[in-house]
C-alpha cells in the first residue's frame, strides 16, 4: 500500500513527504528480495532542491512517527526527490525573518527531537546536495548510503549564522572535533568519498545505484528480530551520549531483557537445530 502525508500548511498544499510501504524491490538484486518490512520515504519539494521548510519538517516527523508506530515496518529508507539534492539545506526564506525571540516563542526546531526519537531503523540514501540542515537531516538517520555525486557540508557560517539542529554534535561525534572546527567554521563542502574516508557515511556507491543500495541494506536489517535491531539501535545511539560505564551498564540491561522475549529462543533453538530462524517481534 502506497501512502502520503500531505504538508500541514494548507488542505490544498501538495504533498511534501511521500510514503511508499512496503517500499519497492531493490532492482539491483537478483533475484530481488521482497521488501514488505521497509518503508521508502521521499521528501518531495525537488523544485526548491528539498529545501527543508518547517511544514516539511513536521511532514516528515509525522510520517516517520506513523511508521515507527507500525510493527509490520521494520526499516526505513529516506531519500530526497529528483537527483540534484537530498535536501539542499534549510529554508532561508523562512528563517531570514526570524529573531531570536520568535524561535524560542515558535518552538518548530522541536521537529528535529521528533526526528531523532524514531525507533526503527533509518537509512539516508543521498544524491547531490546534503547542506546544512539536509547533512543536519542524514546524521539524525542511522545510516547514510550516499551516491558518488553527493555532496555534504555545514555552510551555514557563510550566511552568518551556525548550525542549529545538531551540526555541531552529530558531526563532532561522527568525524572527531578537529574535522568538524574545520568543516563548520569554514562553511566548505566535501566529497562523497571525503566524507566516507573520515567517517560520517555507512557506504558510497554509484550514484544511480543509491535508493537500491539503501533498500538492499533495508531489507537486510529488516529481516532481523525486529526487538533486538531496535534495543541495539538505541544501545549504539547511547554510545554517543553517555559516559562509557553508563552505556556498559544500559547494553547489558537491554541484553538481559532479550532473553524475555520469543525471537531470542527461537534464535538459539534455530542455531542449535542448523536451520533459519523465524522472527516474530515477540
Not at 507500525?70 to 529516506?78: F, L, S, T, Y
Not at 572546527?181 to 568519498?193: D, F, H, S, V
Not at 538505541?234 to 537491554?254: F, H, I, K, M, N
Request: glycine share 8%; aromatic share 4%; proline share 6%.
Amino acid at each position: 500500500m502506497t501512502h502520503a502525508a500531505a504538508s500541514t500548511a494548507t488542505s490544498t498544499s501538495p504533498a511534501l513527504v511521500r510514503v511508499e510501504f512496503p517500499a519497492p524491490a531493490p532492482r539491483s538484486a537478483a533475484p530481488a528480495p521482497t521488501a514488505d518490512g521497509v518503508a521508502l520515504v521521499t521528501i518531495d519539494r525537488p523544485e526548491a532542491r528539498n529545501a527543508l521548510s518547517f511544514d516539511l519538517l513536521d511532514a516528515l516527523a509525522d510520517a516517520l512517527a506513523a511508521l515507527d508506530a507500525d510493527p509490520a515496518c521494520r526499516a526505513v529508507v529516506v531519500t530526497g526527490a529528483g537527483t540534484k539534492a537530498f535536501a539542499a539545506g534549510a529554508d532561508i526564506k523562512e528563517l531570514a525573518g526570524q529573531s531570536a525571540a520568535s524561535l524560542h516563542a515558535e518552538g518548530r526546531f522541536a521537529v528535529w527531537d521528533r526526528l531523532a526519537a524514531v525507533g526503527v531503523p533509518v537509512i539516508a540514501a543521498v544524491r547531490g546536495f546534503a547542506l546544512g540542515g539536509g547533512c543536519e537531516l542524514a546524521m539524525t538517520s542511522d545510516m547514510i548510503v550516499a551516491g558518488d555525486d553527493a555532496v555534504f557540508g555545514q555552510p551555514e557560517i557563510l550566511i552568518g549564522v551556525m548550525p542549529g539542529a545538531g551540526g555541531t554534535q552529530r558531526l563532532t561525534r561522527a568525524v572527531g572535533q578537529a574535522r568538524a572546527m574545520e568543516l563548520i567554521l569554514t562553511g566548505r563542502p566535501m566529497t562523497a568519498r571525503e566524507a566516507e574516508t573520515i567517517g560520517l557515511l555507512t557506504r558510497v556507491v554509484p550514484a544511480e545505484a543509491t535508493v537500491d543500495a539503501a533498500l538492499e541494506l533495508a531489507v537486510r536489517i529488516a529481516s532481523m528480530p525486529p526487538l533486538a535491531v531496535r534495543a541495539a539501535k538505541q544501545a549504539v545511539r547511547q554510545a554517543s551520549e553517555t559516559p562509557l560505564s553508563a552505556g556498559l551498564a544500559a547494553e547489558r540491561d537491554a541484553f538481559f531483557a532479550l532473553f524475555d522475549t520469543a525471537d531470542q529462543a527461537e534464535g538459539m533453538r534455530a542455531f542449535t537445530e542448523k536451520r533459519a530462524p523465524v522472527w516474530t517481534g515477540r
